[in-house]
């Protein structure tokens, strides 16, 4: 007699529920740490939260007061997407406690 291909069915389930709710745990604790990320010789700094929101933009006044408004443009834009980037490696790194270092595609 052969194994029915679905009797682990509903333990594969219940693992998928326990890892989906250890994933909401780690994605609540993430969302309390932040990371900053810098771009003009520190001109521009930008904190992000691992929810990926950010919290904090701070500018130094010397660059508010130079006419190039594209230069301070670029560095805003610069910061926030290299903070951007370092949450998500953040929220990579707590996730692979989760999965055991493997990479699951999606999960960040």
């Known amino acids: 007699m052969s194994k ?5 069915m509903g333990n594969l389930m219940k693992q998928a529920q326990q890892m989906q709710e250890q994933l909401g745990k780690i994605q609540e604790e993430a969302a309390t740490k932040t990371v900053d990320a ?15 929101h950010v919290t904090k933009v701070t500018i130094d006044p010397e660059i508010l007061q130079s006419d190039d408004k594209e230069m301070v443009q670029d560095l805003v834009l610069a910061a926030t997407n290299e903070a951007l980037r370092k949450a998500k490696d953040l929220m990579a790194e707590e996730v692979k406690s989760l999965t055991g270092g493997m990479g ?5």
């Open 38 to 52: 810098s771009a003009g010789g520190g001109m521009v700094t930008i904190t992000v939260n691992g929810a990926m």
């Open 104 to 108: 699951i595609p999606g999960m960040f």
């Open 4 to 8: 029915n291909p679905f009797s682990n």
